[in-house]
């Protein structure tokens, strides 16, 4: 038999130590060498098509500051819009939106060049050329649109110069861009200033389709004789 020594014990400790180190640092090693994750940067130009209608809340209306829930008055105010009552058969399959670079898009039937701001997954798309509203339009529907540019420079004819915005979510891949629909009628009393006037009754109507969100702060502006329907959905866009 064969009694281990004082000092070959310590030798049988010191190898054991030794082998709880290597493997530690083999751990470590092996770890560190493991790949990470790397997002597959976008590629430019890219074409996003159209791919399906979301559809949100339906159709809101609202009597001066009021909302009506009567489906019934909802029905017969929007009845012979185009617009509303959207469904998925509304999407055209060639709409879409091209990334010509990280900062710059283009959408076809709808504005030609638009710079690009990403914010996490928010993209504001922001037109290049000036459009041109009138001030009565401004007031009239220009501030419905949560994001939108200060009127600028007035033309000849007193309107006045914009950028058209429109915001989306997600990725360079895959972008839902909201839309909204509006109706709004306003009607009133017009009193003529001049020497022999006297006034007299006025009725305006304004329907729209509006690559934006609305802006719920726009319901504050409406008077006992203002009436406004609004259908909030959003088209998803995919490359294919």
Known sequence: ???????????????????????????????????????????????????????????????????????????????????????????????????????????????NKMTVSKTGDQFIFRSVSDHWISPNDTQQFFYMYKYRSEPGRSRYDGKLAVNMMVVGYGDYSN??????????????????DSYFGSGSLYRSVATGKVFNEFDEAYLQTLTKTDTLAIEEYSYTFKVR
Do not use: Q, W
């Open 1 to 111: 038999m064969h009694v281990i020594t004082s000092s070959e014990s310590g030798n049988l400790s010191s190898e054991t130590l030794f082998m709880k180190y290597f493997i530690l640092a083999l751990f470590v090693a092996v770890a560190a060498c493991k790949p990470e994750r790397i997002d597959k940067a976008p590629e430019f130009p890219a074409d996003l098509y159209i791919t399906k209608v979301n559809k949100k809340a339906g159709i809101r209306l609202f009597i001066n500051k009021i909302e009506i829930k009567d489906k019934a008055v909802i029905d017969a105010f929007v009845a012979g819009e185009r617009n509303f009552h959207v469904e998925s058969r509304d999407v055209t399959a060639e709409d879409k939106i091209s990334f010509l670079s990280a900062d710059t898009a283009s959408m076809e039937n709808l504005y």
């Open 175 to 192: 972008v839902e861009l909201s839309v909204f629909n509006y109706k709004i009628v306003r009607a009133g009393y017009y009193r003529d």
